[in-house]
């Protein structure tokens, strides 16, 4: 699921989110809907979540999660980082973000996490899988 105010942003991410065989977009638009729903009826396992939305911020949206997910944040702030990791991110990536450095992101979290679903069924990944 991808969590960004800027229509621009969301769709570079969207594309990216698409050309990666590891994942499957769920559409999402930012952080004022009640996403807690979504994520627990979808099973939402990744969020790519903007750091700087207007009415509720990417730290702020982590607090009010009820169901924890992996998450890689992103903004156009390096500083963010430091936070991000402070928050429970499992990556940050820094905007604008292209293709090999989003697929990198992927592959590190998958890989910090060790399981993908295949089948219903969970089984171990080589890093050469998923770039």
Request: charge should be negative.
């Amino acid at each position: 699921m991808i969590v960004d105010d800027s229509p621009v942003q969301y769709m570079i991410i969207k594309q990216l989110v698409l050309c990666n065989p590891c994942l499957q977009l769920y559409e999402c638009t930012d952080a004022e809907t009640d996403i807690n729903v979504t994520i627990v009826r979808e099973k939402i396992e990744l969020l790519i979540l903007d750091v700087e939305m207007p009415k509720m911020n990417g730290f702020e949206f982590i607090n009010a999660l009820k169901r924890p997910a992996l998450i890689i944040m992103n903004s156009t702030k390096s500083y963010f980082e430091i936070k991000a990791r402070e928050y429970g991110a499992d990556f940050f990536l820094k905007k604008p973000v292209n293709k090999k450095t989003f697929n990198r992101s992927i592959a590190d979290v998958l890989i910090k996490h060790a399981l993908i679903e295949t089948e219903n069924e969970y089984r171990c990944i080589r890093y050469d899988e998923l770039i």
